[in-house]
């Protein structure tokens, strides 16, 4: 009876010190990937300084379902996926997990990538999912051209230079006011309108202010601020209401923090770029640029300035959505 | 007479005698505790490192330390001590049994523990270098985790070189403090006769005898007169032929009266208590960010710095202070005990305060952040386990606006314990009121300065 009780107690000390470990990580690391009816893949969330995404790439294979775990690891982080994915899985506090179970249905390639400005380094927090063809998993998907940067290169546009400001000076346009769209919108039916203004491809390959000196040519009897607002309401008439919700939703996730909220160029990280963040909410920067530069611009990103390439996070229709919320912040909305 | 006023609760509860003396009951307690220590250590390595949502961090320095300095050491003493897993394997190793009294002699090399150490000054060096570390320990898992384990394999390694529990007696850190502390407790373990053991020949409570192991805490029950150094494990109920061991209820702090036990590294363990409770209060509950930066060793000069101070706080610049409080007494009452002996004597005025400081500490961070103990229940791991369905609970504090009165509550009544001690041992030095009340005025001046500084830390 004696030795009986021994050899519980034996039996039980060894189920606690070998037992507990074994059967947690056994389930963790094996049992539960082995009976998930998806392939788990475990990401831990860290700020960049500490090393961002643990793993930052991972391949997985088209058309079987894949549920991927994010877990912070020290901070609150935000989590999302593209481009095109509309994945949008929010905050995730430290030592929760989030997950999703997505099945891709073609090969190419997706960026999961942090929405919270997390530490100094956010915008380096991303990783890569390589979605590859079980039957050809060599196949990589052809990068996919992008016409509006390639027309910019040919045209000899540098859109890494300064772009929106008075280059020699360093100085931007100073307007007596704000362009108003809603004041442009009243005035635009009293004006002759050259049919070049209401060529979206045009409108998007020139800046406001060229707008403005080609109003001046056709209505000599206008005053120049009045042109402005005309510019300013047709740089902002074809965005619908979803399209800019949309698009500010993802400026206050990935811009907002260098930018400003309002676009001022004074966000809390502004102070931590090698560059100070360009202001959009200032007319005099904004109507000497053009839209497919600050198209160009997000999707690259900036050399030497800090501002992140978006390209891998955005589709081409989101960023197209994004710049025409730019236009919205230095002009009153009609 | 050691029964006067007190209530033998083995004679009252003839069931937990039968519990207490049955030798499964501390196995049975220790393995229970074995598993949450392991889960604890494994949850620390293996788990998330975000604290807030690890078993370790949660278990260790919520649950059980609110269990710990909130209801075991006040009301029972050290019977941690008798469920303590740390020294479990240890044990279990030198007596190559679990549960049975296993015949024969201990299995260890049967070294002889230096003489010099037979005291509390490593423990309070042991806790001082854990506590300068505290703010990094409490909050990042695996280093809580490697703590606990170089714990647990100290006190292997001790067991293999010397006999009995020379870890927890001499060494282990938690124990020194809980010693100390429970000299107020409620609870002792003494005999009802004395005389009778000092008749006894055998001795078996020390030398053992086929129903249990000889005092592990190398203690001899007959001459106990306070908590300090008994763990509690009850071998001597098991093994005494007389029938002579009685588990006591009693006044608070009994123990503090016991004159000729006073010992300057248990005076100065008193110091560190209470100087930790006041440094973490402003550390962790101040309003000086840099402070806990530095704590946090945000860089090592800064950690170093910190560091220096903590250690002279508590070294040298509280006891200091006393030291001065003591010649303040001498001074005013123009007594001729020796200043060794008086300061030491007074030193344990600061016990209750101690304790007392350290459960309101306490309420200020239990309270606020028990909730997380539900959630890490159900994923101790932080892996998004739901074990039991709690993981979503929400971080809920409780009774914030009750713990300023509780904390008002507690310190307002560890003062008043100090206070009364401070004048019983000064009536224990001079035997007259009105000298004694005057030597009481300088320790009294001391310990309301500290009250004050705990109730404007919690209290802002």
């Given at each position: 009876?004696?030795?009986?009780?021994?050899?519980?107690?034996?039996?039980?000390?060894?189920?606690?010190?070998?037992?507990?470990?074994?059967?947690?990580?056994?389930?963790?690391?094996?049992?539960?990937?082995?009976?998930?009816?998806?392939?788990?893949?475990?990401?831990?969330?860290?700020?960049?300084?500490?090393?961002?995404?643990?793993?930052?790439?991972?391949?997985?294979?088209?058309?079987?379902?894949?549920?991927?775990?994010?877990?912070?690891?020290?901070?609150?982080?935000?989590?999302?996926?593209?481009?095109?994915?509309?994945?949008?899985?929010?905050?995730?506090?430290?030592?929760?997990?989030?997950?999703?179970?997505?099945?891709?249905?073609?090969?190419?390639?997706?960026?999961?990538?942090?929405?919270?400005?997390?530490?100094?380094?956010?915008?380096?927090?991303?990783?890569?999912?390589?979605?590859?063809?079980?039957?050809?998993?060599?196949?990589?998907?052809?990068?996919?051209?992008?016409?509006?940067?390639?027309?910019?290169?040919?045209?000899?546009?540098?859109?890494?230079?300064?772009?929106?400001?008075?280059?020699?000076?360093?100085?931007?346009?100073?307007?007596?006011?704000?362009?108003?769209?809603?004041?442009?919108?009243?005035?635009?039916?009293?004006?002759?309108?050259?049919?070049?203004?209401?060529?979206?491809?045009?409108?998007?390959?020139?800046?406001?202010?060229?707008?403005?000196?080609?109003?001046?040519?056709?209505?000599?009897?206008?005053?120049?601020?009045?042109?402005?607002?005309?510019?300013?309401?047709?740089?902002?008439?074809?965005?619908?209401?979803?399209?800019?919700?949309?698009?500010?939703?993802?400026?206050?996730?990935?811009?907002?923090?260098?930018?400003?909220?309002?676009?001022?160029?004074?966000?809390?990280?502004?102070?931590?770029?090698?560059?100070?963040?360009?202001?959009?909410?200032?007319?005099?920067?904004?109507?000497?640029?053009?839209?497919?530069?600050?198209?160009?611009?997000?999707?690259?990103?900036?050399?030497?300035?800090?501002?992140?390439?978006?390209?891998?996070?955005?589709?081409?229709?989101?960023?197209?959505?994004?710049?025409?919320?730019?236009?919205?912040?230095?002009?009153?909305?009609? | 007479?050691?029964?006067?006023?007190?209530?033998?609760?083995?004679?009252?509860?003839?069931?937990?005698?039968?519990?207490?003396?049955?030798?499964?009951?501390?196995?049975?307690?220790?393995?229970?505790?074995?598993?949450?220590?392991?889960?604890?250590?494994?949850?620390?390595?293996?788990?998330?490192?975000?604290?807030?949502?690890?078993?370790?961090?949660?278990?260790?320095?919520?649950?059980?330390?609110?269990?710990?300095?909130?209801?075991?050491?006040?009301?029972?003493?050290?019977?941690?001590?008798?469920?303590?897993?740390?020294?479990?394997?240890?044990?279990?190793?030198?007596?190559?049994?679990?549960?049975?009294?296993?015949?024969?002699?201990?299995?260890?090399?049967?070294?002889?523990?230096?003489?010099?150490?037979?005291?509390?000054?490593?423990?309070?060096?042991?806790?001082?270098?854990?506590?300068?570390?505290?703010?990094?320990?409490?909050?990042?898992?695996?280093?809580?985790?490697?703590?606990?384990?170089?714990?647990?394999?100290?006190?292997?390694?001790?067991?293999?070189?010397?006999?009995?529990?020379?870890?927890?007696?001499?060494?282990?850190?938690?124990?020194?403090?809980?010693?100390?502390?429970?000299?107020?407790?409620?609870?002792?373990?003494?005999?009802?006769?004395?005389?009778?053991?000092?008749?006894?020949?055998?001795?078996?409570?020390?030398?053992?005898?086929?129903?249990?192991?000889?005092?592990?805490?190398?203690?001899?029950?007959?001459?106990?007169?306070?908590?300090?150094?008994?763990?509690?494990?009850?071998?001597?109920?098991?093994?005494?032929?007389?029938?002579?061991?009685?588990?006591?209820?009693?006044?608070?702090?009994?123990?503090?009266?016991?004159?000729?036990?006073?010992?300057?590294?248990?005076?100065?363990?008193?110091?560190?208590?209470?100087?930790?409770?006041?440094?973490?209060?402003?550390?962790?509950?101040?309003?000086?960010?840099?402070?806990?930066?530095?704590?946090?060793?945000?860089?090592?000069p800064h950690w170093a710095l910190y560091a220096t101070g903590?250690?002279?706080?508590?070294?040298?610049?509280?006891?200091?202070?006393?030291?001065?409080?003591?010649?303040?007494?001498?001074?005013?009452?123009?007594?001729?005990?020796?200043?060794?002996?008086?300061?030491?004597?007074?030193?344990?005025?600061?016990?209750?305060?101690?304790?007392?400081?350290?459960?309101?500490?306490?309420?200020?961070?239990?309270?606020?952040?028990?909730?997380?103990?539900?959630?890490?229940?159900?994923?101790?791991?932080?892996?998004?386990?739901?074990?039991?369905?709690?993981?979503?609970?929400?971080?809920?504090?409780?009774?914030?606006?009750?713990?300023?009165?509780?904390?008002?509550?507690?310190?307002?009544?560890?003062?008043?314990?100090?206070?009364?001690?401070?004048y019983k041992i000064a009536r224990q030095q001079v035997v007259?009121?009105?000298?004694?009340?005057?030597?009481?005025?300088?320790?009294?001046?001391?310990?309301?300065?500290?009250?004050?500084?705990?109730?404007?830390?919690?209290l802002g």
């Amino acid at each position: 009876m004696k030795n009986r009780t021994e050899l519980l107690a034996l039996f039980t000390v060894g189920l606690i010190l070998l037992g507990v470990p074994v059967a947690a990580l056994g389930y963790q690391h094996w049992l539960r990937p082995a009976t998930a009816h998806a392939r788990i893949i475990d990401i831990e969330a860290r700020i960049p300084e500490d090393g961002g995404f643990g793993p930052d790439a991972v391949t997985v294979p088209m058309g079987e379902p894949v549920t991927l775990r994010f877990a912070s690891m020290d901070v609150t982080h935000g989590i999302a996926i593209g481009p095109g994915l509309d994945i949008d899985l929010g905050h995730v506090d430290p030592g929760k997990v989030e997950e999703i179970t997505l099945t891709f249905d073609q090969p190419g390639t997706y960026t999961y990538y942090c929405t919270t400005w997390c530490s100094p380094d956010h915008w380096r927090m991303r990783g890569t999912i390589q979605v590859i063809d079980p039957d050809n998993p060599a196949f990589v998907l052809p990068a996919q051209s992008d016409l509006v940067i390639e027309r910019l290169i040919q045209e000899g546009v540098d859109i890494d230079a300064v772009h929106g400001a008075d280059q020699e000076h360093g100085e931007t346009l100073a307007f007596a006011r704000p362009p108003s769209a809603e004041q442009g919108a009243a005035l635009v039916d009293t004006l002759v309108i050259p049919t070049e203004l209401t060529d979206r491809e045009w409108g998007r390959s020139h800046t406001p202010m060229q707008a403005v000196e080609l109003l001046a040519a056709h209505n000599p009897q206008s005053t120049e601020a009045d042109l402005r607002d005309v510019a300013a309401y047709l740089w902002t008439q074809d965005a619908s209401l979803e399209t800019l919700l949309e698009a500010e939703a993802l400026y206050n996730q990935n811009c907002a923090a260098c930018h400003g909220q309002y676009g001022g160029g004074d966000g809390p990280a502004a102070d931590t770029t090698a560059e100070k963040p360009v202001a959009f909410a200032d007319p005099g920067y904004m109507f000497e640029m053009r839209s497919d530069v600050l198209y160009a611009k997000i999707r690259r990103g900036g050399m030497g300035t800090d501002m992140p390439n978006f390209g891998t996070l955005f589709t081409q229709e989101e960023t197209w959505a994004l710049v025409e919320y730019l236009w919205t912040l230095p002009v009153a909305a009609p | 007479m050691l029964t006067d006023g007190r209530i033998n609760l083995l004679e009252r509860a003839p069931l937990l005698k039968r519990v207490l003396k049955a030798r499964a009951f501390q196995p049975v307690v220790m393995l229970l505790t074995l598993f949450v220590f392991t889960l604890a250590i494994l949850t620390g390595i293996a788990g998330t490192p975000a604290g807030s949502r690890n078993f370790g961090i949660i278990f260790v320095w919520i649950v059980w330390w609110a269990l710990l300095i909130v209801v075991l050491v006040p009301f029972f003493g050290r019977l941690w001590c008798t469920v303590c897993p740390i020294p479990a394997p240890g044990e279990w190793l030198q007596r190559r049994a679990i549960v049975q009294r296993r015949p024969g002699k201990l299995w260890t090399r049967g070294l002889r523990w230096p003489h010099r150490l037979k005291n509390m000054w490593l423990q309070n060096i042991g806790f001082l270098g854990v506590a300068v570390f505290s703010t990094i320990i409490l909050t990042r898992p695996s280093v809580t985790a490697w703590l606990l384990l170089s714990f647990l394999l100290v006190g292997v390694v001790l067991s293999a070189l010397y006999k009995n529990r020379v870890f927890c007696r001499y060494v282990c850190p938690v124990g020194g403090f809980i010693g100390l502390y429970s000299l107020l407790s409620p609870v002792e373990l003494r005999v009802a006769d004395p005389d009778a053991c000092a008749d006894h020949k055998t001795k078996d409570c020390i030398t053992g005898n086929e129903y249990g192991y000889g005092c592990p805490w190398m203690v001899f029950p007959g001459s106990l007169t306070r908590n300090a150094y008994c763990g509690m494990c009850f071998e001597c109920l098991k093994t005494c032929p007389k029938n002579n061991i009685v588990l006591n209820l009693r006044p608070f702090g009994s123990d503090l009266m016991v004159a000729k036990e006073r010992r300057l590294d248990e005076a100065y363990k008193a110091f560190i208590m209470l100087g930790c409770a006041l440094l973490y209060s402003a550390v962790l509950l101040g309003p000086w960010g840099w402070l806990k930066s530095w704590a946090n060793m945000d860089t090592l000069p800064h950690w170093a710095l910190y560091a220096t101070g903590f250690v002279t706080f508590n070294l040298v610049l509280l006891p200091g202070l006393f030291g001065l409080v003591v010649w303040l007494i001498r001074r005013v009452t123009r007594q001729q005990h020796p200043f060794h002996q008086m300061f030491v004597d007074y030193a344990y005025t600061l016990i209750p305060l101690g304790l007392a400081a350290w459960i309101a500490f306490s309420f200020g961070f239990v309270l606020v952040n028990g909730s997380y103990a539900l959630a890490v229940l159900s994923d101790p791991f932080g892996w998004g386990w739901n074990l039991f369905g709690t993981a979503g609970t929400p971080w809920t504090p409780l009774g914030t606006s009750l713990i300023p009165f509780l904390q008002v509550g507690v310190l307002t009544a560890g003062l008043l314990f100090a206070l009364n001690t401070a004048y019983k041992i000064a009536r224990q030095q001079v035997v007259n009121h009105r000298p004694a009340f005057l030597a009481t005025l300088p320790v009294a001046g001391f310990v309301v300065v500290v009250t004050l500084g705990f109730l404007r830390l919690y209290l802002g």
